[in-house]
């Protein structure tokens, strides 16, 4: 167990204050990572991980659930997920990190299909063509070409082919519910809303502070969270605490008092009883369970 759940760049190097290279690729069982079997709790600022998983299987723990993973699967992780893997030794597959931010931009200009593939980390299954083919693995290939190239035109084909493979990953994915055209100023304003809270969540900001900060009245940015994030704004804060405070319960030791210091609540039992209300158990119960179904 560890005090803080820590911030990485690759494969156990600290996260650099600002993510140099817009595009990497490296295999699994190759390089620094190759006499890895599991990968304790961590988290990417900053970077999408999208993984292949051509041979092998394992567990992986996304935020606060664990799920089995056998080949051919791919693995997503948008930025901030924390995420942990253990995998048998005969796993492979390429590991694709890109800076995020530059792919939302372009994914909310292309496709809101794949912006919603970045907002949540998942598991999936890949289909295997009639000729026993990978349907994704022409575009890897390509793909793994340019980033090794190193060279600006290059790291540019790259991000193209990145972009490209999100287009058939989110194709091959179960149909990702849409709400119409989506607006781009609308979509633009949450993101910076989530971006704000993140930042100031453990403030407990009112939401007039947040509108305030954000140059938008409360009705403005209430209609822009309902229509592109199926939420209030309230619930987008009161989920981002909750996130935290889960994570800390399944990867740390600090005990409930701690994490509530953390999450800026004064009370300890004032932080319970908001846990529970949102999740059903309390602090305890939840890190109970979730340590439990480790076995």
């Known amino acids: 167990m560890k005090k803080r759940i820590p911030n990485y760049a690759l494969y156990g190097e600290a996260a650099l204050p600002s993510w140099q290279d817009l595009l990497h690729l490296e295999w699994i069982n190759r390089g620094r990572a190759s006499d890895l079997r599991e990968i304790s709790a961590h988290r990417h600022d900053n970077l999408l991980q999208l993984i292949y998983v051509r041979r092998g299987q394992g567990e992986v723990s996304l935020e606060n659930s664990r799920l089995r993973f056998r080949a051919p699967c791919i693995i997503l992780l948008p930025q901030r997920t924390v995420h942990a893997f253990s ?32 907002t949540r980390p998942r598991v999936f299954d890949l289909p295997w063509q009639a ?66 809270v993140d930042a100031q969540f453990r403030r407990h900001w009112t939401l007039g502070r947040y509108c305030e900060a954000l140059g938008v009245t409360a009705a ?15 619930s987008i804060v009161k989920e981002r605490l909750v996130r935290e ?15 509530a210091r953390d999450l800026g609540f004064a009370d300890a039992a004032y932080f319970a009883r908001f846990f529970r209300r949102q999740c059903g158990v309390t602090p305890s119960d939840f890190r109970a369970a979730f340590l439990g179904s480790a076995g």
Request: net charge negative.
């Open 87 to 118: 995998y048998s030794a005969d796993t492979d597959g390429p590991v694709i990190t890109a800076a995020q931010r530059p792919l939302e931009s372009i994914a909310r200009i292309l496709s809101p299909r794949i912006l919603a593939l970045l």
């Open 131 to 196: 000729d026993g083919s990978e349907p994704i693995w022409p575009l890897i290939q390509l793909l793994e070409s340019e980033a090794g190239a190193g060279e600006g035109g290059n790291l540019a084909a790259g991000q193209a082919l990145l972009v490209a493979l999100l287009a058939r990953v989110a194709s091959l994915a179960e149909p990702v519910a849409t709400r119409g055209p989506a607006s781009g100023r609308r979509a633009a304003l949450v993101g910076q809303f989530r971006e704000l």
């Open 220 to 234: 403005t940015l209430g209609r822009a969270c309902r229509e592109e994030a199926g939420e209030a704004p309230l």
């Open 245 to 259: 405070a889960q994570r800390q319960l399944a990867y740390t030791d600090l005990d409930v008092q701690q994490i």
